[in-house]
């Protein structure tokens, strides 16, 4: 019988419907990051840096991009004859299919991939934050404590306490409350969502709760385990972590990459993220064209001017173009004379010329005043704009939008234009 130590398990089927457009046609950790990078990266690249040789990615919604670029692990050095990086999609049983209707339910229905590898303890992780953690310091914690299982927290500032689950301890890190998402939260200290269970335990606590409807574990099996006395211990990360969960804090740690000294720092010898690369042409920047603080992907094309932004593989940039504190991801095309002030443009789009984005004063969105935020224009995958349009601040557009569209060629602020199924 096989026999590993430890084994993650990645949880990564999420919509991300706080990301709006962005997901309307990929899963949130298949998102760009950072210009090379995806989100599912990082946690993958945290577990080969770990020693973590066998992780299940539980995968859901709009997974193909997700399966591309896992393939069978070869960046991540995941492509094992035993072990390695496994794709794990809901399946259809004899009788009925069923999604994953939580984060416990999804977990419940590989149990047979995790009995497979018999494991000492295994650990539980999202595909949706961006951080570096040594999953193998967490283990030792576990294992000294002899805890049953431990949760990853981090000190959270005390008025976003309530948007996460947070713990109370006593002087040893064991867990004597945990109250999910708090109205009027007693501590700071956060659960990133990051669990190591040891086996027999997370197994009995599943098989328990197998009947309750979206059984999730913030809300389900941490209270159902704390109730019957079981060890659960807190490891304080202190490191940086972020939950790029939002629009504003997408746009923000990617802006956070490009300080001169990044508190995130993605060049690192010791703890490289791994990630799958194409086969691309370097970087072009033409001679009257300016780039000032910038990540630049590979295979662009810079004819105008970039200031204090990330910009993805493959895309160009017209000349008398100027783009500001903005995100523009992969194969995306701008035109000539465009201004583009704090946008997040995404993969395979077509931004005409003479065009201006993030214009006029700041309105909140209509539609959805809580995804379209902070002034920025969220423009989704492979949407097109035509020549000559003016766009507004906290706006959204997605699909191949034509002249018609634009009322005197110009999308007020707090507007969306959406021209294919998402409704986001």
Known sequence: MIKKEMIAMLLAGGQGSR?????????????????????????????????????????QYQPLRLN????????????????????????????????????????????????????????????????KMDYEVMLEFHKSNNADITLATIPVPMEEASRFGVVITDENKRILEFEEKPKNPRSNLASMGIYIFTWKILKEALISLSEQKGCDFGKHIIPYCHERGDRIFAYEYNGYWKDVGTLSSYWESNMELIDLVPIFNLYEEFWKIYTKSDVIPPQYIADNAIVERCIIGEGTEVYGKVYNSVIGAGVTIGEGSVIRD??????????ENTIINKAIIAENCVIGSNCELGIGNEESNKRFPSIYTDGLVTIGEES?????????????????????????????????????????
């Not at 990051?33 to 539980?58: E, M, Q, W």
């Not at 903005?326 to 035109?335: D, E, F, L, P």
């Not at 959204?396 to 021209?419: H, M």
């Open 19 to 59: 990301l709006g457009v962005l997901t309307s046609s990929v899963a949130k950790p298949a998102v760009a990051f950072g210009g090379k990078y995806r989100i599912i990266d990082f946690p993958l690249s945290n577990c080969i840096n770990s020693g973590v040789d066998t992780v299940g990615v539980l995968t």
């Open 68 to 131: 591309t670029h896992i393939g069978i692990g070869i960046p991540w050095d995941l492509d094992r004859n035993i072990g390695g990086v496994s794709i794990l999609p809901p399946y259809e049983k004899s009788t009925n299919a069923e999604w994953y209707t939580g984060t416990a339910n999804a977990i419940y229905q590989n149990l047979k991939y995790m009995e497979y590898y018999n494991p000492d303890y295994v650990l539980i992780l999202g595909g949706d934050h961006i951080y």
């Open 326 to 335: 903005s995100i523009i991801m992969k194969s995306s095309v701008i035109g």
């Open 384 to 424: 097109v704009i035509p020549d000559r349009i003016r766009i507004g601040k906290n706006t959204a557009i997605l699909g191949g939008t034509t002249l018609d569209d634009y009322p005197s060629g110009f999308l007020a602020s707090g507007e969306c234009l959406i021209k294919v199924g998402d409704q986001r």
